[in-house]
């Protein structure tokens, strides 16, 4: 079953703006981690906050997480065109599994 | 460099002949996991091997079997493949304690 659902579906901008990603999901959860798919390839993964976390920065990675309203946004700023990927918020709510949202399709225009 | 690798990238079977897909890893972690992922959906969890306790989800198809034989490799055998199974299949592993997978590159299943 889907946990997370991510909006929008896809998103292009302009290098060196920046993109934000939105997530939402529907069952309490342990942490929350983004990833990275570059198109045909593995999963990478790129930041994770936990549930007592509302804020976490990695690079050029921000990450909020509101559990009241089961939500989380990731900000990439100063976009790059290798950043062009999708992107998926997973949601841990159980020891040993995660389950993915919907992901972000973002594109970079040079 | 410590990884996951996953062979063939790209498999091409023929209706209802049965594949084998296999997956192995340097990270010595515990936990391994396969995926199943088709054009432009999320990843969805097909089971788990927590050391050698084997766990599936419930509407994993039982046309997907897998086997663990030791710490490093993990197969997905699909028994009679259909069209509906060409997709994406990603193994991805866990270590102990922590909560980050790391993923292979995927092999590309193609059905004929």
């Known amino acids: 079953s889907q946990q997370g659902e991510e909006d929008p579906q896809a998103l292009s901008i302009q290098e060196g703006e920046n993109a934000t990603m939105n997530c939402s999901y529907k069952t309490s959860i342990n942490n929350l981690q983004w990833y990275r798919q570059n198109s045909g390839r593995g999963l990478v993964h790129l930041i994770l906050?936990?549930?007592?976390?509302r804020e976490k920065h990695s690079g050029r990675l921000r990450v909020t997480l509101d559990t009241s309203k089961k939500s989380s946004s990731l900000l990439i700023t100063a976009s790059r065109a290798a950043d062009t990927a999708s992107y998926f918020c997973?949601?841990?709510?159980?020891?040993?599994?995660?389950?993915f949202g919907s992901g972000t399709r973002l594109s970079i225009r040079p | 460099d410590a990884m996951v690798i996953q062979n063939p990238r790209y498999q091409v079977t023929q209706f209802g002949k049965p594949v084998t897909l296999s997956c192995s890893q340097t990270l010595n972690h515990n936990v391994m996991y396969w995926y199943q992922q088709k054009s432009s959906q999320a990843p969805k969890l097909l089971f788990h091997y927590y050391d050698k306790d084997f766990n599936n989800e419930a509407d994993t198809p039982d046309n997907f079997q897998s086997r663990r034989p030791n710490t490093s490799f993990c197969f997905l055998d699909i028994r009679s493949p259909g069209l509906g199974d060409a997709a994406m299949y990603l193994c991805?592993?866990?270590?102990?304690?922590?909560?980050?997978?790391?993923f292979g590159p995927g092999t590309r299943l193609l059905v004929l």
């Open positions: 906050i936990r549930s007592n976390e």
């Open positions: 997973a949601t841990d709510s159980s020891a040993s599994k995660i389950i």
């Open positions: 991805a592993t866990r270590d102990r304690g922590q909560e980050t997978q790391y």
